[in-house]
């Protein structure tokens, strides 16, 4: 049996890969990792296939513990990149239609015309105001009137 071992530690090397490369998570890699420590230790003549598959399990045990934390650190972004309509939360533009909360108005930010509603509700924000936008709700922008100097 020890003869055929490399057989299977490849096989379980290309499977572990190939389901890492199925999904986002440092999952699988760890076994692959092992599985490798463990076919170049089953190339040595006369090695006990059960030290293999000791080899095997502690290497992937230590490798997961010891570097799946600094690598998810590593390659993780703590920032978040706002994309499409979120990033237009803090950008100024002017008011096209007049506001209110019962009935919205529409504003133009970057040359995009936008159904808003005010943020205060008893507020009314008048045409050719600047705004800025506080969030977005559903496919309207929330906004707030922006003091001018």
Do not use: C, Q
Request: hydrophobic share 55%; no cysteine; charged share 20%.
């Amino acid at each position: 049996m020890e003869a055929y071992m490399w057989i299977i530690w490849l096989a379980l090397f290309v499977i572990m890969l190939g389901l890492e490369g199925l999904g986002p998570e440092l999952i699988s890699i760890w076994f692959a990792i092992g599985a490798l420590v463990s076919l170049i230790v089953s190339l040595i003549p006369g090695t006990i296939w059960w030290i293999e598959v000791i080899i095997f399990v502690v290497v992937s045990i230590a490798t997961a513990v010891g570097l799946r934390p600094l690598l998810k650190r590593f390659l993780s972004s703590s920032e978040i990149i706002k994309t499409n309509v979120d990033s237009f939360v803090g950008k100024k533009g002017y008011v096209m239609k007049d506001i209110s909360y019962l009935k919205p108005g529409t504003v133009k930010i970057h040359d995009i015309t936008w159904t808003a509603v005010p943020l205060d509700t008893d507020e009314t924000i008048l045409e050719n105001s600047i705004i800025e936008v506080v969030a977005v709700k559903g496919n309207k922008l929330v906004v707030k009137k922006v003091e001018e100097k």
